[in-house]
């Protein structure tokens, strides 16, 4: 079970967390030099009109959760 639980979540931590900086880094929505509050404080009506925006912020939260599940598993493989 151990032997199991570490061949599919050791790749699958290094994927997601490969994926989630090519997210980081390429997905990332150009900054708007019109509005200088582009990152911060945006609320639902902003995604809903950017869809760049909206499409980053699915797949980071992703990449960011899956990561983090892999991690868990790994914790539980050591701590068994």
Known sequence: MDTLLIIIAGPLF???LGAHIYVKIFLR???NPDRD???????????EADPVLARYNKW????LTTAII?????????MV
């Open 60 to 63: 980071s939260q992703l990449t």
């Open 14 to 16: 290094v994927l997601s």
């Open 37 to 47: 509050d582009y990152y911060e404080d945006y609320y639902h009506e902003v995604e």
């Open 70 to 78: 892999a991690a868990l598993m790994l914790f539980i493989v050591v």
């Open 29 to 31: 929505p150009e900054r």
